[in-house]
């Protein structure tokens, strides 16, 4: 996830503590979701993923990284290489299976995504305050 939508979704008393680090994951492809800036990550025999890991992310994140990524995506536990290129055990959100129709075929443009789709995806994704803890009151 981009760091500065994850700093949002965590918001400043979950947040991690560290920049996100380089990542792969093996035998997974981003795929575009239909009508969607943003892609599903599915198992895909072959595929390679860059992508990052946070390695610090405090367990009050984790709820709020549960609501932000919705019904369409279950978290699961994965091995990765990490950035010193030794295999590491991450979390990452899968896109369901039984959703997996809404997934275009071929690969999800990250390039794109930057240039054109994250500050849409921002502006028009209203579920960020549901991804912070209820205010006391």
Do not use: N
């Not at 390695?55 to 919705?70: I, K, V």
């Not at 390039?111 to 205010?135: C, H, L, M, N, V």
């Amino acid at each position: 996830m981009w760091a500065d939508i994850m700093a949002r979704v965590c918001g400043p008393d979950a947040a991690p503590a560290h920049p996100p680090q380089p990542a792969r994951l093996a035998d997974h492809a981003r795929h575009p979701v239909r009508g969607q800036d943003y892609p599903g990550l599915r198992p895909h025999t072959g595929g390679d993923v860059s992508g990052c890991v946070y390695l610090d992310l405090p367990e009050a994140a984790w709820p709020r990284l549960d609501a932000f990524e919705g019904d369409d995506y279950q978290r699961s536990e994965v091995l990765i290489t990490g950035p010193d290129g030794l295999p590491l055990r991450a979390w990452t959100y899968l896109f369901k299976e039984d959703r997996a129709a809404a997934l275009e075929p071929g690969a999800w443009d990250e390039a794109r995504f930057a240039s054109e789709g994250k500050a849409r995806f921002i502006e028009q994704y209203a579920g960020f305050d549901a991804t912070k803890p209820p205010t006391a009151g």
